[in-house]
């Protein structure tokens, strides 16, 4: 909210109108600053409409717009039928999301890392979870289901959950869907069941955490060897995200 700043640089507009004025005055009787002493004028006459602009109540209307809630988590992309949603959403540099109501998707260990695979030359963007065909999938916070989609030559059967802390969780090479777009739950509610759709060599719950599109590594958030969070809250940046400590069980 930058009402306060308003405030500063219309006092600071004022006091300028008055210093100019004075400047005016003294300037009057010189003839060779007459044409300068019109242009301090006419941007004096500027200023004052912009100053009588402000007063309007056009202007407390675009204050109270300022002052309105952020927009409903729910609506950016909703219907985009994308992984990413957020294309065109302007991303914070920063931001803090809380995580202390997490529930493990399913309880096996990290088999593969995220991060860049040099074998496929791309980036792994979450991280794959053991589990066998037809074990339950829970929903790893509150939230609500945006998409339950099928891709043949990628995630095959998966469900992308929006949550109300800002993340979004995506679930891929499932085998079926226990859920609905657009339906509500409860962190641990079961979403799905585990399988090997898609670009899948096996058995597995491939697992994103997403901020706004951005896929932060899993492993930076949760601790899945001790099905826990590392902290209550995550610290995101986005100049640093893909860079978070790349906990990998297999190489420490
Ligand atoms: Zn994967």
């Given at each position: 909210m930058n009402f306060g700043k308003r405030i500063g640089l219309t006092l600071s507009l004022a006091a300028m109108l008055a210093g100019t004025s004075a400047f005016a005055q003294n300037l009057q009787s010189v003839s060779n600053y007459s044409s300068r002493h019109d242009k301090l004028l006419a941007r004096q006459s500027t200023i004052g409409e912009q100053i009588r602009l402000e007063e309007t109540e056009q202007y407390a209307n675009q204050l109270y717009e300022e002052c309105e809630p952020e927009p409903d988590i729910y609506t950016e992309g909703w219907e985009s039928g994308l992984v990413n949603s957020y294309k065109n959403a302007v991303v914070p540099d920063q931001a803090t999301i809380d995580v202390s109501d997490f529930h493990m998707p399913c309880p096996g260990i990290v088999t593969s890392p995220y991060g860049y695979r040099p074998r496929f030359r791309r980036m792994h963007k979450g991280v794959d979870l053991r589990s066998a065909i037809g074990d339950t999938i829970y929903a790893a916070f509150d939230g609500k289901v945006r998409l339950t989609k099928y891709e043949r030559g990628g995630y095959g059967y998966y469900v992308i959950l929006r949550h109300t802390n800002g993340l979004e969780t995506v679930y891929g090479h499932l085998s079926?869907?226990?859920?609905?777009?657009?339906?509500?739950?409860?962190?641990?509610?079961?979403?799905?069941?585990?399988?090997?759709?898609?670009?899948?060599?096996?058995?597995?719950?491939?697992?994103?955490?997403?901020?706004?599109?951005?896929?932060?590594?899993?492993s930076a958030l949760f601790d899945f060897e001790n099905q826990t969070v590392r902290a209550e809250e995550y610290a995101f940046d986005k100049r640093t995200y893909?860079?978070?400590?790349?906990?990998?069980?297999?190489?420490s």
């Amino acid at each position: 909210m930058n009402f306060g700043k308003r405030i500063g640089l219309t006092l600071s507009l004022a006091a300028m109108l008055a210093g100019t004025s004075a400047f005016a005055q003294n300037l009057q009787s010189v003839s060779n600053y007459s044409s300068r002493h019109d242009k301090l004028l006419a941007r004096q006459s500027t200023i004052g409409e912009q100053i009588r602009l402000e007063e309007t109540e056009q202007y407390a209307n675009q204050l109270y717009e300022e002052c309105e809630p952020e927009p409903d988590i729910y609506t950016e992309g909703w219907e985009s039928g994308l992984v990413n949603s957020y294309k065109n959403a302007v991303v914070p540099d920063q931001a803090t999301i809380d995580v202390s109501d997490f529930h493990m998707p399913c309880p096996g260990i990290v088999t593969s890392p995220y991060g860049y695979r040099p074998r496929f030359r791309r980036m792994h963007k979450g991280v794959d979870l053991r589990s066998a065909i037809g074990d339950t999938i829970y929903a790893a916070f509150d939230g609500k289901v945006r998409l339950t989609k099928y891709e043949r030559g990628g995630y095959g059967y998966y469900v992308i959950l929006r949550h109300t802390n800002g993340l979004e969780t995506v679930y891929g090479h499932l085998s079926k869907f226990l859920v609905h777009p657009d339906d509500v739950v409860k962190a641990g509610d079961p979403i799905a069941l585990s399988g090997n759709t898609g670009r899948s060599f096996g058995p597995h719950l491939h697992f994103e955490t997403r901020f706004m599109g951005y896929a932060i590594n899993p492993s930076a958030l949760f601790d899945f060897e001790n099905q826990t969070v590392r902290a209550e809250e995550y610290a995101f940046d986005k100049r640093t995200y893909e860079k978070a400590p790349s906990y990998n069980p297999k190489r420490s």
